[in-house]
């Protein structure tokens, strides 16, 4: 007698094939990060040669002169990689920080706030996401210099605070993870709205406040063009201006090359230490944000 096919139970899944194109995304990530990372692992190798190995060893090959590129980095013009080093950090991290601040409060307030203008308000950020940066710097270093305060900090700091397009994400997240009827109960109960904003809006918009933080750091960071036009004294420069002129003193001076590219180097490193760390805080909130009070 033929055995009869037992049916299938809805409670058992049923193995799931393999894709034959399964490896195709995982091969495009692979090259993807080979891409990326290729110019950093030129930049560290490239590092720990002397000046008689740059040019003269094979692209890959580790040299012995990291010690003495260091020395003579650190050495040069009295240390002045270290001022620019402050500079960048003073321009990032306080930047970041102010820009933070003020976009979450901007698009808080716009996405949980009704009051005249506000879709007006909201239209002339995104137009501004559209305006290319290089089309406000000669405006910017005009203004500044009608006040006196061009060849300053501030010319560098103040330009970084409102950006549009972290207000446009800090509205778009306050919307998404602050539910209405929890600020309305919390005024029912007698709460002010620094308050809401303080107790209730602000632990669970940590996630977003992160990514505007990281977002402003890394791009003040690497920012060249403005303090390129703002800044004429070389003891404000940050990281990106002070390293191109070493670059253009280079063509007259050959010698400079190992410095530029180890300055290069160790300008990364802040940038990634900053990335291994906030990603810790970064997955806590996301799991944890919501349960916060």
Same mark, same amino acid.
């Given at each position: ?48 040669? =002397? ?62 706030? =009704? ?179």
């Amino acid at each position: 007698m033929a055995a009869t096919a037992l049916p299938r139970t809805r409670g058992h899944a049923r193995p799931s094939a393999r894709r034959p194109l399964g490896i195709v995304p995982t091969g495009v990530l692979v090259l993807g990060a080979i891409y990326t990372l290729f110019p950093v692992s030129w930049v560290v190798v490239a590092a720990t040669k =002397s000046k008689a190995e740059l040019f003269s060893t094979s692209t890959f090959a580790p040299g012995t002169g990291l010690l003495s590129n260091l020395a003579d980095l650190f050495a040069y013009r009295d240390g002045v990689f270290w001022l620019w080093l402050l500079n960048t950090v003073l321009y990032a991290g306080g930047g970041a920080v102010l820009s933070t601040a003020v976009s979450t409060i901007s698009g808080y307030t716009l996405a949980k706030y =009704s009051f005249p203008g506000r879709g007006l308000i909201f239209n002339l950020l995104i137009g501004g996401i559209l305006v290319p940066s290089v089309v406000l710097a000669i405006p910017q270093y005009l203004l500044f210099s009608k006040a006196g305060l061009a060849d300053t900090y501030w010319s560098v700091l103040l330009p970084q605070i409102l950006h549009p397009y972290s207000i446009y994400l800090a509205r778009i997240y306050s919307q998404a993870a602050i539910p209405g009827s929890l600020l309305e109960a919390g005024r029912l109960d007698g709460a002010g709205e620094w308050r809401l904003f303080r107790q209730v809006a602000l632990p669970l918009l940590t996630p977003g406040m992160v990514t505007i933080f990281l977002f402003q750091f890394v791009a003040i960071w690497n920012n060249f063009l403005l303090p390129f036009i703002m800044l004429g004294d070389d003891h404000r420069f940050p990281l990106t201006v002070g390293l191109y002129t070493l670059l253009a003193a280079g063509a007259n001076q050959p010698s400079l090359y190992n410095l530029i590219i180890t300055g290069t180097m160790l300008s990364l490193i802040p940038l990634i230490a900053l990335f291994l760390t906030m990603q810790r805080y970064w997955r806590t909130d996301l799991s944890g944000g919501a349960v916060k009070s």
